[in-house]
């Protein structure tokens, strides 16, 4: 099994453990499966994209002939929870999910609420943000000594309940992005266009956030000639970075770190964040949907990198880097 496998494995069993051990904590619920929970995604033969809205309908199903009271889910926002899990995504090598934790979600005040006998259903929506295998797991918590409670009402219903299911997210843009982007595209390259109105452009599709909003803005960043365009879509790109969508650019953002040319605020903000990822042993979460891990050799690059900049002639750049590696060292890096 792969190092990074191991840990992702290790890290998901932790986060089960940890939901096992606060299930301790919740009183079993003494009608014995009175309440299920099933996740459906709606409409999904149109094709599920990048950046496109997924609505999902969360049912409740009370088995029992009675309404239940359990927390207002509307007002607590613990009582469903959804996690999100993303596998073969472009630049990852395969592989399998590993167990979903839910780990204890913060719990809200609310009031209760009835749950009548038979189906319930609740809609969701959540926006996948990178292509690939896309598993959404869904929980419900109504933990003991509820903070929804009174003295004239208790909850009958406590304990946990969760469904998972799967869906593929298209590697290819939709229809309607695609033409956008490629209108957006054309805007920029147009001579004629102001650069006020390019920056702006620029800045909507930095907004959209997703994959493919990342490598609109790198290509950008590649044709554009130095200037302003070229400085905002490298800023665009770092804060995408750091969101988890522009992974693919991390090779680019190292050599960034060591321009002299490059923004100085832009240099010191790729030292903190390359560091903290190999303080992590090269791990990064894309969007809270996926796990990522940087190959070793990228990784060794990094490094030498902010071992080169730790000399550097600018003394600000120079002192980060120092303070980098001192926390790298501390760690056992």
């Given at each position: ?16 453990c ?17 309440l299920?929970?099933a996740?459906?995604?709606?409409n999904?033969?149109a ?40 596998k ?13 934790g839910?780990g ?14 038979g ?36 909850a009958?219903w ?36 102001p650069?006020?109105?390019?920056l ?14 990342a ?13 302003r365009?070229k ?21 680019l ?13 832009i240099?010191?903000?790729?030292l903190?964040?390359?560091g ?13 949907q996926a ?25 600000f ?12 060292e501390?760690?056992?890096?």
């Amino acid at each position: 099994m792969k190092p990074f496998r191991i840990l992702f494995t290790v890290a998901s069993f932790a986060l089960v453990c940890l939901a096992g051990a606060l299930a301790g904590e919740d009183k079993k619920d003494e009608g014995q499966n009175s309440l299920k929970v099933a996740i459906e995604a709606v409409n999904v033969r149109a094709g599920v994209y990048v950046g496109k809205p997924l609505h999902l309908k969360v049912i409740l199903h009370n088995t029992t002939d009675k309404s239940l009271l359990i927390q207002d889910w509307e007002k607590c926002l613990h009582v469903i929870n959804l996690r999100l899990d993303t596998k073969d995504y472009p630049g990852q090598s395969g592989g399998r999910w590993g167990p979903i934790g839910f780990g204890r979600p913060r719990l809200w005040r609310g009031g209760l609420r009835s749950l009548p006998p038979g189906e319930t259903v609740v809609e969701r929506s959540i926006t996948p943000m990178i292509p690939g295998d896309l598993r959404i797991a869904v929980q419900v918590w109504c933990p003991a000594n509820v903070l929804g409670e009174t003295k004239e009402e208790k909850a009958s219903w406590q304990g946990k309940a969760q469904d998972h299911m799967g869906v593929f997210i298209s590697a290819e843009m939709s229809a309607e992005m695609k033409t956008r982007h490629e209108d957006c595209r054309a805007e920029i390259e147009r001579p004629t266009v102001p650069v006020e109105k390019k920056l702006e452009i620029l800045a909507a599709v930095a907004e959209e956030k997703h994959y493919f909003a990342a490598r609109f803005i790198r290509e950008t960043y590649d044709a554009a000639e130095p200037g302003r365009v070229k400085e905002a879509a490298l800023r665009h790109l770092v804060d995408l970075a750091m969101f988890g969508t522009a992974y693919e650019s991390f090779p680019l953002l190292v050599k960034v770190m060591e321009q002299d040319d490059a923004p100085q605020d832009i240099r010191l903000t790729l030292l903190g964040w390359i560091g903290e990822i190999l303080a992590r042993q090269g791990y990064q979460g894309l969007a809270e949907q996926a796990i990522h891990l940087y190959p070793a050799p990228l990784q060794e690059e990094a490094r030498q990198a902010i071992q080169r900049l730790a000399q550097d002639r600018n003394p600000f750049v120079a002192a980060k880097a120092q303070e980098v590696l001192k926390r790298l060292e501390g760690k056992g890096k």
